[in-house]
């Protein structure tokens, strides 16, 4: 395990409240519905990005808002850059995060989902976790910064994107192709889906995005001969295409350890009192609890039959059948992945792309890595801070393209009985105010630093 940079003397209390808003700002952003169904349906992002659009004008900071298509709308701004201290960095840094949302069913909830309520000491709603619970501690320290006077040194490219939730093909995709003067001279990046704490036998492990899988979402179609449900139909699409899912989904991928896993799992077999190896990977995940359904994702490729669609009448073999596949791949095991996976296609099965995305890993090392680590520490002396692998996807594929350096870094003390990746995507999505505050005042200690 690497050494863990030791937490500075805390500095003076500032004369400004990082997370005085921090809480009604993310109750604010769910009751904006960005629900992004993945196709032209949906809201969009229009209404919530003027609102943060006015947040940051009303403290002086410019915003532009970039629509890609009708209310699909990103905003931009740059912030700070005096460069005129001891330790001015003139490279940027850009800090991003989504607007949008997956839907909700409000008949599952016990809260209606768009109301941003506050209820035993956590803030509900479609976003609290994923993401919007970020952007509002982003908003809050820079408000409350940007107010006190008390910009960075080092220029900052604030951006919060539309349409990440189906791919950032209208959002992140979007402004990194038609509009990269926005990010000229940023070198470094930090998103979402880090810096939230799990605990592993007694003891707060805060997880620093480092990496992130590929992503392959497929649609795969097997054609047959149509004909009477009643007759021998030796060229069924529907067999053809069921048996290449069932292959497919049954498949037991093999533990692949990236270098991003590989610190990770040493600092879990340290407490463990055991080395880490490829052997006893998937037992030192499940040291993670609840934790263990993301972790367990990033030690292996992964294919997951997602959707299946054949026929329109009972007594008729159709011509053809489909299904969707989620696919996610390991940085450095793309071939691997795909040699395997046509391989449990099988003949008669074509496949095509929906979306086709590159995994990316990080080195974990630097001065911002360092400043993640002090700030995290700063606030809770006793934890430890360690990088993963990311299983789904965010924005940083596409920014990433620019070459940025990128992690996640959105900071949460956490409960250690609370299943927090369960509430990715999931039913009752929700964050704790403790935590919403805990977020800011860490944010705050690390913008000091960058």
Same mark, same amino acid.
């Given at each position: 395990?690497?050494?863990?940079?030791?937490?500075?003397?805390?500095?003076?209390?500032?004369?400004?409240?990082?997370?005085?808003?921090?809480?009604?700002?993310?109750?604010?952003?769910?009751?904006?519905?960005?629900?992004?169904?993945?196709?032209?349906?949906?809201?969009?992002?229009?209404?919530?990005?003027?609102?943060?659009?006015?947040?940051?004008?009303?403290?002086?900071?410019?915003?532009?808002?970039?629509?890609?298509?009708?209310?699909?709308?990103?905003?931009?701004?740059?912030?700070?850059?005096?460069?005129?201290?001891?330790? !001015?960095?003139?490279?940027?840094?850009?800090?991003?995060?989504?607007?949008?949302?997956?839907?909700?069913?409000?008949?599952?909830?016990?809260?209606?989902?768009?109301?941003?309520?506050?209820?035993?000491?956590?803030?509900?709603?479609?976003?609290?976790?994923?993401?919007?619970?970020?952007?509002?501690?982003?908003?809050?320290?820079?408000?409350?910064?940007?107010?006190?006077?008390?910009?960075?040194?080092?220029?900052?490219?604030?951006?919060?994107?539309?349409?990440?939730?189906?791919?950032?093909?209208?959002?992140?995709?979007?402004?990194?192709?038609?509009?990269?003067?926005e990010f000229e001279g940023v070198t470094? !990046?930090?998103?979402?889906?880090?810096?939230?704490?799990?605990?592993?036998?007694?003891?707060?492990?805060?997880?620093?995005?480092?990496?992130?899988?590929?992503?392959?979402?497929?649609?795969?179609?097997?054609?047959?001969?149509?004909?009477?449900?009643?007759?021998?139909?030796?060229?069924?699409?529907?067999?053809?295409?069921?048996?290449?899912?069932?292959?497919?989904?049954?498949?037991?991928?093999?533990?692949?350890?990236?270098?991003?896993?590989?610190?990770?799992?040493?600092?879990?077999?340290?407490?463990?009192?055991?080395? !880490?190896?490829?052997?006893?990977?998937?037992?030192?995940?499940?040291?993670?609890g609840g934790a263990t359904r993301m972790?367990?994702?990033?030690?292996?490729?992964? !294919?997951?039959?997602?959707?299946?669609?054949?026929?329109?009448?009972?007594?008729?073999?159709?011509?053809?059948?489909?299904?969707?596949?989620?696919?996610?791949?390991?940085?450095?095991?793309?071939?691997?992945?795909?040699?395997?996976?046509?391989?449990?296609?099988?003949?008669?099965?074509?496949?095509?792309?929906?979306?086709?995305?590159?995994?990316?890993?990080?080195?974990?090392?630097?001065?911002?890595?360092?400043?993640?680590?002090?700030?995290?520490?700063?606030?809770?002396?006793?934890?430890?801070?360690?990088?993963?692998?990311?299983?789904?996807?965010?924005?940083?594929?596409?920014?990433?393209?620019?070459?940025m350096r990128s992690y996640g870094f959105?900071?949460?003390?956490?409960?250690?009985?609370?299943?927090?990746?369960?509430?990715?995507?999931?039913?009752?999505?929700?964050?704790?105010?403790?935590?919403?505050?805990?977020?800011?005042?860490?944010?705050?200690?690390?913008?000091?630093?960058?």
């Amino acid at each position: 395990m690497p050494d863990q940079p030791q937490p500075q003397d805390p500095r003076p209390t500032p004369a400004y409240d990082p997370a005085a808003e921090v809480v009604e700002v993310c109750r604010d952003l769910i009751r904006f519905d960005t629900s992004n169904y993945g196709d032209a349906e949906g809201p969009g992002e229009r209404k919530a990005a003027e609102y943060v659009a006015g947040l940051l004008a009303e403290v002086g900071i410019e915003p532009r808002l970039y629509e890609s298509a009708p209310g699909r709308t990103s905003v931009v701004a740059h912030w700070g850059g005096s460069g005129t201290g001891p330790h !001015a960095r003139h490279d940027a840094l850009l800090l991003h995060g989504h607007l949008d949302v997956v839907p909700a069913a409000a008949e599952d909830w016990q809260v209606d989902p768009f109301s941003g309520e506050v209820q035993d000491g956590y803030v509900w709603g479609r976003g609290a976790v994923d993401m919007k619970d970020f952007d509002a501690m982003l908003l809050s320290v820079v408000r409350a910064r940007q107010r006190a006077g008390q910009a960075p040194e080092r220029p900052v490219v604030l951006c919060f994107t539309a349409d990440e939730e189906a791919g950032g093909h209208q959002g992140a995709q979007v402004l990194v192709e038609e509009h990269p003067e926005e990010f000229e001279g940023v070198t470094e !990046a930090v998103g979402e889906v880090g810096g939230f704490s799990t605990t592993v036998r007694g003891r707060r492990v805060y997880l620093v995005e480092a990496a992130e899988k590929g992503m392959a979402w497929m649609r795969l179609t097997a054609r047959g001969r149509a004909g009477h449900g009643s007759m021998i139909n030796d060229d069924n699409a529907v067999t053809r295409l069921a048996s290449a899912v069932a292959r497919i989904g049954a498949h037991r991928w093999p533990v692949r350890l990236t270098p991003t896993m590989e610190v990770l799992l040493a600092t879990v077999g340290e407490l463990a009192g055991v080395e !880490a190896t490829p052997e006893n990977a998937r037992s030192l995940v499940e040291e993670f609890g609840g934790a263990t359904r993301m972790l367990g994702a990033v030690i292996s490729n992964s !294919a997951n039959p997602t959707m299946l669609s054949g026929g329109y009448k009972v007594n008729v073999i159709p011509t053809e059948a489909t299904a969707h596949i989620d696919g996610r791949f390991l940085p450095g095991y793309e071939e691997e992945f795909f040699d395997t996976l046509r391989e449990l296609m099988g003949d008669g099965v074509e496949m095509e792309f929906l979306s086709h995305q590159q995994p990316w890993e990080t080195p974990y090392d630097g001065d911002l890595v360092a400043a993640m680590t002090r700030s995290i520490l700063a606030e809770d002396d006793e934890a430890l801070v360690a990088p993963y692998t990311m299983s789904g996807g965010t924005d940083a594929k596409h920014f990433r393209k620019l070459g940025m350096r990128s992690y996640g870094f959105a900071p949460l003390r956490l409960p250690s009985d609370l299943d927090f990746t369960a509430l990715f995507h999931g039913v009752d999505e929700r964050v704790p105010v403790d935590a919403l505050e805990f977020g800011a005042r860490v944010f705050d200690r690390f913008l000091g630093e960058v």
